[in-house]
């Protein structure tokens, strides 16, 4: 048996192991993830804002996106249980461009992505 015969079954346990939308094609601007709403894409953009909701239910941390807040157009939603995991933290991400992996829903007028782990959001080099 070859080494790559060896491989396979490691390698095809990875690929089962990370989300679908990893294997987008390309990324999506944060403006334009409201036309796929329903669809697991790679957000990309760069974080306007960060907000903590410590008086809401769940505690979650947004991440703002597409425009300034509150005219943006998209946000990442972490959940409070989740965001002691995230390095860097939530609002060290602010001012930085990132990609955030996952299912597009609707939240308003706006997309939203809610992020189930800190490898659904990727520091990213946009031009």
Known sequence: ???????LPLIAA?????????????AVPAEQAVRYVGKDVMVCG???????AQNTEGE???????????????????PGDQRGKFKPTPEELEGRDVCVVGTVQRDASRAEIAVSSPANIKLANLK
Do not use: D
């Open 46 to 52: 760069k974080v306007e804002k960060t907000r903590w």
């Open 60 to 78: 979650p941390t947004f991440l703002y996106m597409g425009g300034a807040f509150p005219r943006h157009t998209f946000s990442a939603r972490i």
């Open 14 to 26: 990875l690929l089962a192991a990370m989300p679908a939308a990893a294997f987008a094609q390309e």
């Open 1 to 7: 048996m070859n080494r790559l015969s060896k491989s």
